[in-house]
């Protein structure tokens, strides 16, 4: 009788048991859970492959993403160009790759730094209450209140066009989510027992919520770091489509996609702004994918 | 000779009720409401009573978990030292932290599901000057042999263990500072029968081993006849009868605790038991009855008990100290 599939694994699992390979083996729970996750894994590597390009831009590029070359206008895609160049000549393959520094940064960089703001205060407010928490509360249902198109439109009229400027916005605008997030966590957790045999050591506040507390409160907020990144990198991109966001020199993703405003450039020059819009979307996603996976690994009682 | 080593006086914890668009407090709950309770050096001391009485508020005034509104919490260290730890401040309250350790009543929330064992009990005995962690895996090795458990364990989650094992895990976390009181909330009233004894078993190993003390919160009156010296009754908030547990059984004074007493489910068919059903809940502690807290379902009620508060008075049975709080009891009070 031909030995079944699972029979087979099994023999495999006792195989590797005899060579105590088993126990050499120490890959932590988390990374191994992760990495069962397939499209969390196609994510990452993706996410990692534009991260990387977009890094080693001037390797893979013998262009400068700023020079202009009238004699090569608006060329389709070819070897020599292989997104084709944009109306002053310029690679847009290139200009994507030094476009995607910028737009990661300021995606990213604003999801990380409003989730630290926001968990920091967030976690303390939340597990202390009272009037900490209330006040904390107004203020970021203030920030929260605000369009964020007004404080962009307010701030680039008084300032001007600054990269800064957008991060700072999007920080101040995004940090009530998260604030909220980790402070409705921290709400039902305080009053586990866990939290309250520590508090009958006496440790301090301090240790308690940040170092025990909030790995337990981290994995809805791992989800919204990813979501938030990808809802930045789109939000610089419409603020720079509409030319608010980031000063039209510098490339971003939302800057290259800008020159599809023009009727004519939209109808015939679909290089200029189609594979910058694939890029944009495909980065997104595979965000997305990330944050999923992690929610899954991070969340201590889910076995496998 | 018996020594105190926690006074209670008048201890009471109000919870303030507010409503309205700008949170006004409209009442109080008064989850306790004035009690006076000594607990002696080495003793179990049994606190019962049904759910929403206040026990476990009570107990986790005592380690200042819930701040009393009124009242003192006297510590009495084995040199006769008397501290009042309810008006201490945060940080003076540390060394008498680690005297008085509680045991929670849930075994799934009571363990942090992102740590290892060892990951969160590490962190107290850091506070409490253990440096090396060599000695901190050691301190918690051996305790969690002395609770049956492998020493491996410490390094495994609490999502790996059954809910025996992890109020285990619990002992052990109350154990690591080698506290003198215990306060058992309801320890064993989340596991099955079996499971109970064996932990009930454990804890009065532990109990001779470390000379420790309990207060062991509990609804469940079975447990506590074999386990308690002494037994205090609580209702709405306070202590209705407090005596020797065999005279709890035997000589019962107060008509609540006799109809507790009768609730407890005996493994005899031959035996007729009577059973004395009260009637209707627990009254809101929001506002208490007039008179006897226990008087609109007491079975025995009179027209003094609708309108005097009764107090707690002396009594003797068998010789032992009685203590009850009831109108109706033709004992002599002794004073």
Redesign the interface.
């Known amino acids: 009788m031909a030995k079944s599939s699972l029979d087979k694994k099994f023999d495999q699992i006792r195989k590797r048991e005899e060579e105590k390979t088993f126990s050499t083996k120490k890959r932590s729970r988390i990374v191994n859970k992760f990495l069962n996750n397939r499209l969390a894994v196609l994510g990452l590597i993706i996410f990692t492959i534009i991260i990387l390009a977009s890094i080693f831009a001037p390797l893979l590029s013998p262009y400068d993403p700023m020079r202009v070359d009238l004699r090569s206008m608006r060329q389709p895609p070819s070897f020599d160009h292989w997104f084709g160049t944009d109306s002053t000549g310029r690679d847009v393959f290139t200009r994507v790759l030094f476009g995607g520094r910028v737009s990661i940064f300021i995606g990213l960089g604003s999801a990380i730094l409003s989730a630290v703001v926001g968990i920091a205060v967030g976690c303390y407010a939340g597990y202390k209450g009272g009037w900490i928490d209330v006040i904390a509360l107004r203020i970021s249902e203030i920030f929260m209140s605000f369009p964020q198109i007004i404080l962009v439109l307010l701030l680039v009229s008084i300032t001007g066009q600054s990269l800064f400027n957008l991060m700072a916005i999007f920080i101040l605008t995004g940090w009530g989510g998260m604030y909220r997030l980790a402070r409705a966590r921290m709400l039902s957790l305080r009053e586990?027992?866990?939290v309250?045999?520590?508090?009958?050591?006496?440790?301090s506040t301090f240790?308690i919520c940040y170092?025990?507390m909030l790995?337990?409160a981290l994995s809805p907020i791992m989800v919204n770091i990813t979501l938030s990144t990808a809802m930045f990198i789109l939000t610089e991109a419409g603020l720079s489509f509409l030319g608010l966001g980031v000063p039209l020199n510098i490339p971003t993703w939302g800057n290259i996609l800008n020159v599809a405003q023009d009727i004519l450039i939209l109808q015939n020059y679909w290089w200029m702004w189609g594979p910058v819009g694939i890029v944009i979307s495909v980065f997104v996603l595979c965000v997305n994918f990330i944050g999923d996976g992690l929610r899954d690994s991070t969340d201590?009682?889910q076995?496998g | 000779m018996k020594k105190e080593i926690l006074k209670l006086r008048g201890v009471k914890v109000h919870f303030p009720v507010q409503a309205g668009v700008f949170n006004r407090v409209v009442g109080h709950v008064l989850a306790v409401d004035g009690v006076d309770l000594d607990i002696f050096r080495g003793e179990v001391l049994g606190l019962a009573g049904e759910s929403g009485c206040g026990k476990t508020t009570l107990g986790?005034a005592i380690?200042r978990?819930v701040e009393p509104t009124d009242g003192e919490v006297k510590y009495i260290s084995q040199d006769d030292d008397e501290t009042e730890l309810t008006s201490l401040e945060?940080?003076d309250?540390?060394p008498f932290?680690k005297k008085?350790?509680?045991v929670?009543?849930?075994p799934h929330?009571?363990?942090?599901?992102?740590?290892t064992i060892f990951g969160?009990l590490q962190?107290?005995l850091k506070?409490?000057g253990i440096k090396s962690k060599e000695e901190r895996r050691k301190i918690i090795g051996d305790l969690l042999e002395a609770v049956n458990m492998r020493r491996e364990y410490m390094d495994r989650?609490p999502?790996e263990f059954s809910g025996g094992q992890r109020q285990r895990i619990?002992i052990v976390?109350a154990l690591c500072?080698e506290p003198e009181l215990i306060v058992c909330d309801e320890a064993v009233s989340a596991l099955d029968v079996s499971i109970q004894a064996q932990v009930l078993k454990l804890l009065m190993q532990l109990k001779k081993e470390k000379n420790l003390t309990y207060l062991f919160i509990t609804h469940d009156l079975s447990v506590t006849e074999y386990l308690c010296d002494r037994i205090a009754v609580m209702y709405l908030g306070r202590i209705v009868e407090l005596c020797v547990s065999e005279d709890l059984y035997n000589n019962t004074l107060h008509p609540y605790s006799e109809a507790l007493i009768s609730a407890i489910p005996v493994a005899d068919l031959d035996k007729q038991t009577k059973r004395i059903v009260l009637e209707g809940d627990v009254p809101s502690p929001v506002n208490p009855p007039k008179g006897c807290p226990f008087h609109p379902r007491c079975p025995k009620a009179t027209d003094i008990c609708k309108t005097e508060v009764p107090t707690l008075k002396k009594y003797s049975t068998n010789g032992n100290e009685h203590y009850a709080s009831c109108h109706l009891i033709d004992l002599p009070e002794i004073t």
């Open positions: 586990e027992e866990y309250q045999a520590l508090r009958s050591f006496g440790l240790t170092k025990h790995p337990n201590p009682s076995q | 986790k380690l978990l945060k940080k309250m540390d932290r008085l350790q509680i929670f009543q849930d929330s009571s363990l942090n599901p992102s740590f969160s962190d107290p506070k409490f989650y999502h619990g976390r500072l």
